[in-house]
């Protein structure tokens, strides 16, 4: 099966630009997720898609950041304006419908990587 | 509130020699582990998971991981490194109903020849 897909793979803006980030998940898999890495850094969690519905996005900075999900298939991840900070590499997941109770296998992507100059 | 710490930010052993990854987690109900592998310029890649039932747990690659409940941990081990194996690795817990995965910082994994 096809892996998830994530473009650009780099993306380099000034601070205040904007920029967005775009994921195809896996064909059939209903949750979608948004995490970020910064260098050094284990993932964070930033938001959680079920098919089109927000399950969790208590941790995305929601003044800068911003995620749609329209047709509970691909999503798009935006950023206005971008600061320093928000250099790092956005990663994108995707799992089948939760049936296990939260023991899904995520399948990631190879991330979008950010630098904000 | 879940958490994951990685002892180690960074392990350097030689080809052929034992690998130990060590994971310690916090989870007031019981919880789902995982370890994941991610090479340069890659995505995380599973290499294993603990959900219930046998504690030890086999992965691919030859890796391996106990969960003791007694020491909230789940260290990951191989008994022979190879040059390949050198990646960052992330343990992560969930628990049932949690719907996500909450990561440790990583430890990268050098392998000297």
């Known amino acids: 099966e096809a892996g998830v897909a994530q473009s650009p793979r780099y993306k380099i803006i000034e601070k205040r630009q904007s920029v967005a980030f775009w994921c195809n998940p896996i064909s059939g898999h209903a949750t979608l997720y948004w995490y970020q890495q910064i260098l050094g850094q284990g993932p964070k969690l930033l938001i959680q898609f079920q098919n089109n519905g927000v399950v969790d996005d208590s941790q995305l900075p929601k003044d800068r950041f911003s995620a749609e999900r329209l047709k509970g298939v691909d999503s798009t991840l935006k950023i206005q304006p971008a600061k320093l900070e928000d250099s790092a590499v956005y990663l994108c997941a995707s799992s089948p419908r939760d049936r296990t109770g939260g023991a899904n296998v995520l399948t990631f992507g190879a991330g979008s990587r950010l630098t904000v100059l | 509130a879940q958490s994951v710490t990685q002892l180690g930010s960074h392990v350097s052993v030689s080809e052929g020699a034992l690998v130990l990854l060590r994971c310690n987690y916090s989870?007031?109900?019981?919880?789902?582990l995982f370890w994941y592998v991610q090479y340069p310029n890659q995505g995380l890649q599973l290499l294993l998971k603990y959900t219930t039932g046998a504690t030890l747990v086999k992965g691919i690659n030859g890796f391996e991981a106990e969960f003791k409940k007694s020491e909230t941990s789940f260290h990951l081990t191989k008994p022979s490194a190879h040059m390949s194996d050198a990646a960052e690795y992330f343990c992560a817990v969930s628990s049932w109903g949690a719907q996500k995965l909450v990561f440790g910082q990583g430890t990268r994994l050098t392998i000297n020849p």
């Open positions: 989870s007031s109900v019981p919880p789902y």
